[in-house]
């Protein structure tokens, strides 16, 4: 098992507290984070590599890259090679591909777009395999994706054969979906896992002491928190893994007694910036110790 935290994550501490970033991602090792998950369009843009010696040198690994590819129109679109073969120039294991969306307008269309999705990942699918990097989807947090929910998830995971998972913890929220049900229902295809916890909004905003919150419609003091809004309404931020509702032990617990060996990766999209930094290393000492505490638990 190899712990990672979402490198966007880690620029948007360093950003605003105008961190040194070769220093900050030396505590993260320190802290127990032995690899980074990174967005496919920022490797892609480092056009001097400038990232990839500062992990050499740090003798920090790639998780994975993740990304989005719009095969609902253009599924045909073959851009997806070039993420994969990134993904196996720096070797990770695995690619995330966000494929695509049904929107309002696309509703009467809805088959003929999931059927678009299902061809360019078939593809991608088969790229991967001779590349050897896993291709995946994830349960995004965002209602016009129809893998947002446990059935959407299975839906696709059937129509494409060899697709694989990275399973979040904190997106099947959106439809109030069971995170234990559908890590029992995917298991198999696990290739990577995103840790992300959450809290009700209304939980956020009544701890004064390291949460608070503040989005466009609600005018209260405290940090800046971007809430995703589920099917019924209610919103949910992200929170230090560890600090929130979602039932991320016991899914650790049922990694370490299937004997998974893959990435733990440390997600705090929608975090408030000014906190992130501490946030991140929070998460990944938590990991770190709850990982080792299962596993000493379940050591004959």
Known sequence: MK???????????????HLDTKTYLAQLKQDGMEKVYIFYETLKNDQEESILKMLQELELGVEGLYGFIFFDHSPLDESYKNMIDLAAKVNAGNVL?????????????????????????????????????AVSIEDFDGLTAPYCRISGVAEFLENVPGLQFSFDTGNFVMYHDDELEAFE???DKICTVHLKDRLHEKDILCDENTLGGKDEN???PGK?????ICADGEK???????????QI???????KSQG?????????????????????????????????????????
């Open 3 to 17: 712990i990672s935290a979402f490198y966007e994550n880690i620029l948007d501490a360093i950003n605003y507290e």
């Open 97 to 133: 591909f966000v494929p695509g969306f049904i929107t309002d307008e696309d509703l009467s269309n809805e088959k003929q777009i999931k059927e678009n999705m299902w061809t360019g990942l078939k593809n991608a699918v088969k790229y991967g395999k001779e590349k050897g990097v």
């Open 185 to 187: 229902m995917f298991k």
């Open 218 to 220: 609600v005018d209260f």
């Open 224 to 228: 800046e928190y971007s809430f995703v």
């Open 236 to 246: 949910m931020g992200a929170v230090p893994v560890g600090d929130g509702v979602m």
């Open 249 to 255: 032990k016991e899914i650790m617990s049922r990694l």
């Open 260 to 300: 998974y060996d893959g990435g733990l990766i440390a997600e705090l999209y929608g975090y408030p910036s000014e906190i992130m930094a501490e946030g991140i290393r929070k998460s990944v000492r938590w990991i770190k110790e709850t990982w080792a505490e299962i596993s000493r638990r379940m050591t004959p």
